[in-house]
């Protein structure tokens, strides 16, 4: 596998990621074999989303033991940062994990939408 460092960050990550969409199509024991195999192949970076239904906690069976193994991103559909907050909280407990590496806002798809999230209350 090879591995980039990410931006800025002192992140090394694979150059390919295990996106968890459709992890909420899949059972538990499907999901674990997939994270696990894509571990076993070298991948570092999981990307899943709260409105993934199900992705953070099919995940968070598998961080719990392999958490130092893995970088994850997920991201948020709120604006205000009250609710982005408690995202947040929702996807560590989700997770079962203590931080997350990579969080992103979710379909920012216009300028007064991104400036909305960058205000004060806003979800940054």
């Known amino acids: 596998m090879q591995y980039r460092?990410?931006?800025r960050t002192n992140l090394n990550v694979s150059f390919i990621g295990l996106g968890g969409l459709y992890f909420q199509a899949l059972s538990n024991v499907e999901t674990v074999k997939i994270i696990m195999r894509a571990n076993e192949l070298g991948i570092n970076v999981i990307?899943?989303?709260r409105a993934y239904i199900s992705s953070e906690e099919e995940a968070g069976f598998v961080m719990?033991?392999?958490r130092n193994e893995f970088y994850i991103a997920t991201k948020t559909p709120h604006r205000r940062k009250t609710d982005a907050t408690k995202d947040?909280?929702?996807s560590l407990a989700s997770l079962k994990t203590d931080?997350?590496?990579i969080y992103q806002l979710h379909q920012i798809d216009s300028l007064e939408m991104l400036d909305r999230v960058l205000s004060p209350d806003g979800a940054c």
Do not use: R
């Open 47 to 49: 990307e899943l989303g």
């Open 88 to 90: 947040i909280d929702e």
């Open 64 to 66: 719990q033991k392999k």
């Open 99 to 101: 931080y997350i590496d």
């Open 5 to 7: 460092k990410l931006g």
